[in-house]
């Protein structure tokens, strides 16, 4: 700023400079001898244009200086706001440590209260004939030697009355310890599954060792006899398989009910290493899995993770190859719990970014729910690039020679896709920032476009002759009595059933899944077992939350 001053000051002088010059050179052409061919007006006006060139050079200067002066100035109020929103974030961070901190420390301090307690008055669970379970105290037992695992765990049952209010047969079958017993009481039970899932954990407690009788249950899970029949996967292997995860599931309800002491009489290091040894058996048979053809809902890569989960044995293997199993999983609704369970919340990005990219953008937005990922991973974008995706089938319009197998096809997948988003919004209840108005009328359309196509097709079908009254000859059989049935038909209801009424049955792109729909082979058995799966929910299992 005082170099410019300075630079003011001395264009300014220039004038006064110019007239000392003129007086000089008028004294030197007055003593001059010979006349000068330089004339002072040349001069001057050689002079006056070097003034006004310098001039006018200085307010460029000027210019661009403000201008530098402002650009500082608003860079400088953006790096202030920056600032003030970093600080913002890091009090946020800060406060939701500290809130998990406390909930953390405030946990493991009941658990060493409870152990301390425990190991001065045992706890011994038992059920009243309401099936609600009480906790006893015993005599203080002596110093526990790890010889002496094994009584323990038989104490865990001997001292406990244990009663279920719908189904006592699952008592016996624990205390017998019978697996197969159990596996075909939930085959015959199939309907009730939801009951039989709530008792089996407090049927638990009536056996010596409930972590054995589920390990005990898992030696069908890969029974090849059965997974090759007539090349596909039989219904009696998919019923074994849902039964296995239920059991795990409920022992894992189980041990979430104990003290820590009595979860170490359960879960032994005897059944970890029997499990780890199960876990290891399976890990190579998981290679053979196809992501794409599995579309979420791998039966073989969930009994998998929930074993590890339920015997604690995850620290035993590699974590970046446990998140590569959870998009085969994405579709079952226990996918979230079993991912916390195992220690791969961190994890979630990575995961969420492999469905994007293969085209499952609604797996995607349920597990950015559940693991508080929406800043990042915005729903509704998801969503529409779900559609688009969609969109990208060949369209009827676009190629008329297409077959009109080809159009039912196209229309069908745009339909339960433009259902399987609306299911979505409205659970989520993203109804504000996507309406759904626009989906509505586009479900509508290509519904009544079906309906349409269908009942042509059935009009223009040949009907058959019937006699005349006469019995002599036949006549055609009159259509428009056949017509008027078709074109008015009796609705039992005002809106047809969605499909994506089946939690997130959505369909892929085929460039991506094999499966347009998640489903696999209808599960019917008997004895053995029915259609059904472990967690008490119709199968196909879809992503429930």
Not at 80 to 94: C, G, S, T
Not at 106 to 120: D, L, Y
Not at 150 to 169: A, C, I, M, R, T
Request: hydrophobic content about 35%.
């Amino acid at each position: 700023m005082e170099d410019t001053q300075s630079v003011a000051t001395l264009l300014e002088a220039t004038t006064s400079k110019i007239q000392q010059l003129q007086k000089a050179f008028e004294e030197l052409e007055s003593h001059r001898a010979v006349t000068l061919n330089m004339k002072w007006k040349q001069l001057e006006e050689h002079f006056h244009g070097l003034e006004k060139s310098l001039k006018n050079r200085f307010n460029e200067l000027k210019d661009q200086e403000k201008e530098y002066e402002e650009k500082t100035i608003k860079a400088q109020e953006i790096l202030v706001k920056r600032e003030a929103d970093v600080m913002a974030k890091e009090k946020a961070l800060l406060e939701r440590l500290q809130k998990k901190r406390d909930a953390a420390v405030f946990a493991v301090t009941n658990v060493v209260k409870n152990h301390k307690k425990a190991r001065v008055e045992p706890f011994v669970f038992t059920t009243d004939h309401q099936g609600m379970t009480h906790l006893e105290a015993e005599e203080p037992p002596d110093v526990i030697a790890p010889a002496k695992k094994l009584k323990d765990v038989k104490k865990f049952s001997q001292n406990k009355n244990v009663e279920v209010k719908s189904f006592p047969q699952l008592v016996n079958l624990c205390q017998e310890n019978d697996s197969a017993g159990l596996h075909k009481f939930i085959s015959d039970n199939r309907k009730n599954l939801a009951a039989i899932k709530e008792e089996i954990p407090i049927a638990f407690q009536a056996a010596a060792d409930p972590a054995s009788l589920v390990l005990d249950s898992l030696q069908g899970f890969y029974n090849i006899k059965l997974a090759n029949l007539d090349g596909k996967k039989d219904s009696n292997l998919l019923g074994l398989r849902r039964t296995c995860i239920m059991l795990m599931e409920c022992l894992s309800l189980l041990i979430v009910n104990l003290s820590l002491e009595s979860v170490s009489y359960v879960i032994s290091d005897d059944a970890k290493n029997r499990a780890k040894a199960i876990a290891e058996e399976w890990k190579p048979k998981l290679n053979d899995l196809d992501v794409d053809a599995s579309n979420g809902n791998s039966l073989e890569a969930h009994a998998f993770l929930q074993l590890l989960a339920t015997f604690g044995i995850n620290s035993d293997f590699d974590q970046g190859i446990l998140s590569k199993l959870i998009p085969m999983v994405s579709r079952r609704h226990q996918t979230a719990e079993l991912c916390r369970s195992l220690g791969l919340s961190e994890k979630m990005p990575g995961v969420i970014d492999v469905l994007v990219n293969n085209g499952r953008q609604i797996d995607a937005v349920n597990l950015a729910f559940a693991f508080q990922l929406t800043e990042t991973y915005s729903p509704v974008l998801l969503l529409k690039s779900y559609l688009a995706n969609a969109a990208r089938f060949p369209s009827p319009v676009k190629s008329p020679n297409s077959s009109p197998t080809v159009q039912n096809e196209v229309n069908e997948k745009e339909l339960t896709s433009l259902k399987a988003v609306i299911k979505c919004i409205e659970e989520h209840k993203l109804q504000e920032q996507y309406p759904l108005d626009p989906l509505q009328k586009q479900v509508a359309q290509l519904e009544k476009a079906k309906a349409d196509k269908k009942r042509v097709s059935e009009v223009s079908k040949p009907q058959p002759k019937r006699p005349r009254a006469s019995g002599v000859g036949c006549l055609p059989r009159v259509a428009n009595v056949a017509a008027e049935k078709i074109f008015y038909p009796r609705m039992t209801d005002r809106y047809t059933q969605y499909i994506y009424n089946r939690s997130y049955a959505y369909p892929v792109p085929t460039e991506n899944y094999v499966p347009s729909h998640m489903g696999t082979a209808a599960y019917h058995l008997s004895p053995a077992h029915g259609n059904y799966f472990g967690n008490a929910y119709q199968y196909p299992a879809p992503y429930l939350h």
